[in-house]
């Protein structure tokens, strides 16, 4: 298993397009938002707080959603397309250590990445660390989990990589708009922002916000971050073919 984690490091970290956008393109997106004057003006509506604040918690789900759905399925695609998984069957090297390696590291990579998109709101922006330490903690482990495990999904259920990168493309795209990078989930309409609650991003928004304000992330959000994170994974787990 070391082996392979380490070989697939190593691949990993040949592949720059996947680094920027893991690891720089949240970072880069606040920054950016940053410059928005309006941005850095504290909004009654938002209980005293400015936009910016609300786009740290965002920009941190933003890097894992694209790990978990633009980066690793076309890898696991493309290894059992070409029939590396079949091959590593008869080895002592069981296809499944390469499974949990790029789980591994894809999960890895979306943590260091908060890591660095919450030191750059607080050092460019002065955004508050977060205020309940283990509750941001474990909402951001529970949504880390959610979105491997859609990914994991999204490999087991795509035959090749082009649909994998199609489907996972799609994925992407409403899971962005559910974490609230266009509108953030706070300011969305009543409806609507309930709606989205529901959905395993939006539910991770939610809980990373409260905790990022001092308060404990409600029950209600985990458990439908935890909820979500057993059916993806059990559903992979189900239909998931090494060849």
């Not at 529970?142 to 990914?151: D, E, F, H, Q, R």
């Amino acid at each position: 298993m070391a082996a392979v984690l380490i070989a697939e490091t190593r691949l990993f970290l040949r592949e720059p397009g996947s680094l920027f956008w893991i690891l720089a393109f949240p970072v880069v997106l606040l920054v950016i938002l940053g410059f928005v004057p309006a941005f850095k003006e504290a909004q009654d509506d938002l209980g005293g707080r400015r936009v910016i604040d609300l786009y740290v918690p965002i920009s941190v789900l933003l890097a894992m959603i694209m790990a978990g759905l633009q980066a690793m399925p076309p890898v696991l695609t493309a290894y059992r397309e070409r029939g590396i998984l079949r091959r590593m069957s008869t080895t002592p090297v069981r296809p499944s250590a390469i499974l949990a390696a790029q789980i591994t590291l894809h999960g890895v990579a979306a943590l260091g990445s908060a890591l660095l998109v919450i030191g750059a709101g607080r050092l460019a922006y002065g955004v508050p660390l977060p205020g309940q330490l283990p509750g941001y903690i474990l909402a951001l482990l529970l949504a880390v989990a959610t979105v491997l495990a859609m990914g994991a999904t999204i490999c087991a259920l795509s035959r090749t990589t082009k649909a994998a990168t199609a489907v996972g493309s799609v994925a992407y795209l409403a899971m962005m708009f559910t974490a609230g990078v266009w509108v953030p989930v706070q300011a969305m309409p009543d409806t609507l922002r309930r709606i989205v609650e529901i959905t395993p991003f939006g539910a991770a928004s939610q809980a990373l916000d409260q905790a990022a304000s001092g308060h404990w992330p409600s029950w209600a959000y985990l458990g439908i971050v935890a909820l979500w994170t057993a059916l993806l994974g059990f559903t992979a787990s189900r239909v998931f073919r090494w060849q």
